[in-house]
């Protein structure tokens, strides 16, 4: 990004003025090749009146201008059909505010292709069905009742418009690797489901949300009497073992 400005020829008495102040002389140096490949083409503008502009003509010598207090944010927002692009912070002695630019040529494939590498999980990402794919093991509870996650970002690289700051992708959408993921995360969600005394009905009724989300992996789950035992065999029951027991000692 460039900033330019008419270059003013220094009076004499200018001239004398630096040279009193022990300044150093003034440079000239020749047209970067970054400026003369605008030359009579229309390219966008930060600021002003208008978003484009044309230089018809620049002279071969330039003077670099003293570097002022320029920061300018950059933010990129990539929806599945476009990509917009808005600019703000100060560029020179000029504040600019979220300025909308040029519809930037970035696509959202390409883009969420290298978020995903940045973060190593370009291969875990299931295109056909959208969804990260993950292990049970390491997902958090949160992670497991919402089917969603928040993936930060270092430093992501994404091709020629380079490196951006730390990104955070919110509520990326999860769902098992393989069929023993999804029993133990069906198995999660069964046990969380029961806090009540676990009629026959209410059983059935849980063990079938507990499942649904998994789809065709069709996790089995143990029926009441099976998880009861097993729960038993871990020591001092817990609440949900009585939950459980209970309805089974009463035929409920």
């Known amino acids: 990004m460039l900033a330019l400005e008419p270059y003013a020829e220094p009076s004499t008495f200018d001239d ?23 030359q009579g083409r229309p390219v966008p503008v930060l600021h002003g009146k208008y978003p484009r502009a044309r230089f018809d003509e620049f002279k071969p010598q330039v003077e ?36 909308g630019i040029p519809e930037p040529g970035l696509h959202h494939d390409e883009a969420w292709s290298a978020l995903l590498t940045a973060a190593g999980l370009r291969d875990r990402w299931d295109a056909g069905a959208e969804v ?25 690289s994404i091709g020629a418009w380079g490196t951006f700051d730390d990104t955070v992708l919110e509520r990326v959408p999860l769902a098992a690797r393989t069929p023993a993921d999804a029993a133990a995360w ?43 035992a097993e729960l038993r065999g871990r020591g001092k029951p817990e609440p949900i073992y009585w939950r459980l027991q209970a309805a089974e000692d009463w035929n409920l």
């Not at 320029?70 to 599945?80: A, D, F, G, I, K």
């Open 186 to 228: 069906a198995r999660w969600r069964l046990m969380q489901s029961v806090r009540d005394t676990a009629t026959t009905a209410r059983y059935a009724e849980w063990a079938k949300d507990a499942v649904t989300p998994f789809g065709s992996l069709a996790p089995v789950l143990p029926t009441r009497a099976a998880l009861a």
């Open 132 to 156: 990260l794919r993950v292990s049970f093991d390491e997902t958090t509870d949160r992670e497991r009742a919402s089917f969603q996650r928040d993936l930060t970002i270092k430093k992501p």
């Open 64 to 99: 670099p201008a003293a570097p002022d207090d320029t920061r300018l944010t950059m933010t990129v927002e990539l929806m599945p059909a476009r990509a917009v692009a808005t600019v703000r912070g100060r560029l020179g002695r000029m504040q600019v505010d979220n300025l």
């Open 16 to 38: 004398q003025q630096r040279s009193k102040r022990g300044e150093a002389p003034r440079k000239f140096v020749g047209l970067p090749e970054a400026v003369r490949v605008i």
